[in-house]
């Protein structure tokens, strides 16, 4: 099973600034790498796919980067709306099952 | 629009099954693999279960592996997740996944669906 190390735990930031959150995977997994936000209460939402994609309707703000084992979520000029946990997902490793990192508190 | 509706969950002794419902709409069902992930209560995010958009494969996490069964019917919309054998650590809101055009991302989320194991 591939493991996904996400870092920091926690991220404090001001509005306005640039967040950078990161996640690392135990063996590559290409570029088939997702991002998830979720706010409390709520489901989670696609971010990113395909490791750079911006899935339909996130704002420009939002970009992934890497490939094979490190990975980078971007979060540029943070605003109040951002603050909530985020996750990684791998789903290159076949068969499933695909895994998750442990995630990333924004505080903001 | 894409909709998931789980439903199905609620209060199970241990040792007890629960049948886990997703309604699906808005997109054509039968194209696309489909997941459940769950999570527990102040934790983070575990895959699940995953079945292709035929149904023949069926693939699971370790945790789940020999008491949980995902099926589909193509001709309802709707996914099922029938969890046996249930423990305390079953205990977790799951959720149903709708997955991408060409990958297993979680493209789109129902609102999530508890199942508490109890006494």
């Known amino acids: 099973e591939i493991v996904m190390t996400q870092s920091p735990a926690t991220l404090s930031v001001s509005p306005g600034e640039r967040a950078t959150l990161s996640c690392r995977a135990s063996?590559?997994?290409?570029?088939?790498l997702a991002w998830y936000q979720q706010k409390p209460g709520q489901a989670p939402r696609l971010l990113i796919y395909a490791a750079s994609a911006r899935a339909t309707g996130v704002p420009a703000r939002f970009s992934g980067s890497g490939s094979g084992t490190e990975f980078t979520l971007t979060i540029s000029s943070l605003q109040s709306e951002d603050c909530a946990v985020y996750y990684c997902?791998?789903?290159?490793?076949?068969?499933?099952?695909?895994?998750f990192g442990q995630g990333t508190k924004l505080e903001i | 629009e894409v909709q998931l509706v789980e439903s199905g969950g609620g209060l199970v002794q241990p040792g007890g099954s629960l049948r886990l419902s997703c309604a699906a709409s808005?997109?054509?069902?039968?194209?696309?693999?489909m997941t459940w992930v769950r999570q527990a209560p102040g934790k983070g995010l575990e895959w699940v279960s995953g079945i292709r958009y035929n149904g023949e494969d069926k693939y699971y996490a370790d945790s789940v592996k020999g008491r949980f069964i995902i099926s589909r019917d193509n001709s309802r919309n709707t996914v099922f997740l029938q969890m046996n054998s249930l423990t305390a650590d079953d205990t977790a809101v799951y959720y149903c996944?709708?997955?991408?055009?060409?990958?297993?991302?979680?493209?789109?989320w129902g609102q999530g669906t508890l199942v508490t194991v109890s006494s």
């Open positions: 997902h791998q789903y290159d490793h076949w068969p499933p099952p695909h895994t």
């Open positions: 808005g997109f054509r069902f039968s194209d696309y693999a």
């Open positions: 063996q590559s997994v290409g570029s088939n």
């Open positions: 996944t709708k997955t991408g055009s060409s990958g297993w991302w979680g493209d789109h």
